[in-house]
């Protein structure tokens, strides 16, 4: 293996470099480091993807979704659109091959890392506060979600976690990154044994492009996404399947009917 590509690194993330060119790949990345980071990046979302949507793909097809009946609604589309259609695919093809090329091999720092780092440091400096672990209480909710839902302007529910042992402690509003409208929400939950989980949101990326990620940051534990609406990042210290079970509650119920995600929250 003379020359390294970046096909054959996503291949050994992927588990499907042949085995022969292992050797020369392992040699590479322990002489570089950015590499190796970015392999492991690129391992933590494909976990963290097939952790939210393991499920979902065991279950039925639905019969709207049938390949059939997609492939036939498709013919028809093309029929009588096929003009746009092609100049939409030249246009698109044309774009996502200059922001290839145009795109570095790896980034020097991602948003995502950002937020994550912001998220983990604001966890550490509130978790340990006893009176003043949260600007808005658990018993002004209706309040506090309609708060920062207008600050970050995007709706912003309150998860249940119940059933994961845990309740809303309350929350407050932070400041947050440029790139990611300058403000951000911060959530506590608490359990019975006074473990803290925070959820920490802004709102979306000026690309809107969906992002997962689990990660070990600074002894914490964290689970970042994000999408059209938002990003969260949820931030705690329990083992690391709690953290994806609460971290997949939250998910579902921050993302469910999500169908327009890039209409803010004006309420």
């Known amino acids: 293996m003379s020359e390294i590509t970046r096909d054959q690194l996503m291949a050994y993330a992927d588990g499907q470099l042949p085995e022969p060119e292992h050797a020369a790949m392992e040699a590479f990345l322990a002489a570089n480091p950015d590499a190796a980071a970015d392999v492991a990046l690129h391992q933590r979302q494909s976990d963290a993807i097939r952790t939210l949507f393991g499920p979902v793909g065991a279950e039925a097809v639905p019969a709207r979704l049938k390949p059939r009946r997609l492939a036939a609604e498709m013919a028809r589309r093309r029929t009588r659109n096929w003009g746009w ?132 940051y600074d002894g914490a534990e964290v689970f970042y996404w994000a999408n059209a609406r938002i990003t969260c990042t949820v931030v705690g210290t329990l083992p690391e399947e709690q953290m994806k079970t609460v971290a997949s509650s939250i998910y579902r119920q921050l993302t469910e009917g999500d169908v327009n995600a890039g209409r803010p929250y004006r309420g």
Request: hydrophobic share 45%; aromatic share 6%; charged share 20%.
């Open 85 to 216: 259609v092609a100049a939409a695919v030249v246009l698109v093809g044309l774009g996502l091959g200059a922001g290839w090329i145009a795109r570095p091999l790896f980034d020097a720092r991602p948003a995502s890392q950002l937020l994550i780092a912001d998220a983990v440091n604001a966890h550490a400096v509130y978790v340990a506060e006893n009176r003043h672990a949260v600007e808005v209480g658990s018993d002004d909710s209706e309040h506090l979600s309609g708060w920062l839902s207008n600050r970050l302007d995007t709706r912003l529910r309150m998860p249940d976690l119940a059933t994961e042992g845990f309740t809303l402690v309350g929350g407050r509003l932070l400041p947050g990154e440029p790139h990611a409208g300058g403000r951000a929400a911060q959530l506590m939950y608490e359990n019975a044994t006074s473990d803290r989980v925070t959820i920490y949101v802004t709102a979306a990326l000026p690309d809107r492009a969906p992002g997962y990620e689990f990660a070990s």
